[in-house]
């Protein structure tokens, strides 16, 4: 019992020399790595705001910013597993490009002129995305097949994809472009048709502040039940108001871009809407592809940080030879890991072609 009360008394001593920040940073368990980042982006957000004569942060461009990175943004969830393996992929680019090319032929020209589907048929995007996703999984299992099993390094196994689907993908069609594509399969595109409107975004930001709430309770919980140490009460009030005002922010930046003029008369004429003296607002929300990079983000960080497979790919990462001593199948996880990374590409792929309207060698 004294030794204990020793150690707290010594504790609360070092913590009084520190200073006021590091102490604040101690309490929250901040990662400074990440709020030098959060800093560094800031920056370059205010330059080019100032840049571009104030259109940088403005709604209409901050809604296409989200849109357009949401592609790239689920590819990259992927290709942290990749890295953390000490291995890269340099072939996502031309994944990418013969994956959209399959999907693309599937929907204007096989299922159409083969099997008989018609346009407007709702099976045609569902088919279309299973087998993009498929094709996408055979080409990763191929690839981490090379690197795991045939022990070829994988920068020059992804190399040589990038080489090969880029071809491919040009030869499905001899170069050309595939469109128009199915108007159910566009919608994962975003534009105002592919947007869930102002309703249902402030729906989904509820949603998230009530998990970003559960996840502080059930953490604090955790921490009392293996006794560690605790964040302070304030401390986990501040990071989780932080956390709720940024996810109700991004939503009220979503619903402050409003459709266009143009568009919003063809919906009302439509439906007999009657247009306003002072116009008709109709919201566009969070895009549906914003929500489907925020979906795989969350899927893959419980996948990092909450199951074995995850653990596995961190002590690979860490020591590959002692994990093999360990007994972990270090070649079935790298393995794994391709396979992931070709699905998420394919996930991307689906994005930009329905962003494009259509599946281009580009």
Same mark, same amino acid.
């Given at each position: ?10 504790? +609360?001593?070092?913590?009084?020399? *520190? ?12 990662? &400074?790595?990440?709020?030098? $980042? ?7 957000? =205010? %330059? ?8 940088? *942060? &403005? ?32 072939? #996502? ?25 018609? *346009? ?14 498929? =094709? @996408? ?14 022990? %070829? ?19 499905? =069609? ?16 975003? /534009?105002?048709? @592919?947007?869930? /409107? ?40 501040? *990071? ?10 991004? %939503?009220? #930046? ?10 919003? +008369? ?12 002072? @116009? ?13 990079? %925020? ?12 199951? +074995? ?7 690979? @990462?860490?020591?590959?030879? !002692?994990?093999?001593? !360990? ?7 790298? $393995? ?27």
């Amino acid at each position: 019992m004294s030794d204990a009360t020793s150690a707290t008394t010594a504790d +609360r001593a070092r913590e009084a020399d *520190l200073g006021p920040l590091a102490r604040f940073l101690r309490a929250t368990e901040l990662d &400074t790595r990440m709020l030098g $980042m959060l800093g560094a982006l800031v920056l370059i957000w =205010t %330059v080019l705001h100032f840049l571009s004569g104030g259109l940088f *942060l &403005t709604p209409r461009n901050l809604w296409n910013l989200s849109v357009q990175t949401s592609s790239v943004a689920i590819m990259a969830t992927g290709m942290v597993l990749v890295i953390v393996l000490r291995n890269i992929d340099l072939s #996502v680019g031309s994944m990418e490009g013969i994956v959209g090319m399959v999907m693309g032929v599937l929907q204007a020209q096989i299922l159409i002129r083969v099997f008989g589907f018609s *346009l407007g048929d709702p099976w045609i995007w569902a088919i279309a995305l299973g087998c993009g996703i498929l =094709t @996408g999984l055979i080409i990763g299992a191929l690839h981490g097949f090379i690197i795991a099993y045939l022990e %070829v390094p994988a920068f020059i196994v992804t190399l040589g994809g990038l080489l090969i689907w880029r071809g491919a993908a040009w030869w499905v =069609t001899s170069g050309q472009t595939v469109a128009p594509l199915d108007t159910t399969f566009q919608l994962m595109g975003g /534009g105002p048709m @592919g947007s869930i /409107g102002a309703g249902w975004s402030w729906a989904v930001a509820a949603a998230g502040c009530i998990g970003v709430t559960f996840m502080m309770i059930n953490g604090r919980r955790q921490r009392k039940r293996f006794r560690f140490p605790l964040r302070p009460v304030w401390a986990e009030l501040l *990071l989780g108001g932080v956390a709720c005002a940024a996810i109700v922010g991004a %939503v009220w #930046v979503a619903n402050s871009y409003p459709w266009p003029v143009g568009i919003v +008369r063809r919906y009302a004429e439509t439906l007999g809407i009657v247009i306003p003296e002072g @116009g008709l607002y109709i919201a566009h929300g969070i895009a549906i592809p914003v929500l489907m990079a %925020v979906a795989v983000g969350i899927v893959m960080t419980f996948v990092t940080n909450r199951t +074995r497979f995850g653990r596995y790919v961190f002590a690979i @990462g860490g020591n590959p030879e !002692a994990a093999n001593l !360990a007994g972990i199948n270090t070649r079935w996880v790298t $393995m794994k890991v391709f396979m992931i990374m070709g699905v998420l590409v394919a996930i991307s792929a689906a994005i930009s072609s329905a962003r494009l309207n259509a599946a281009t060698n580009a």
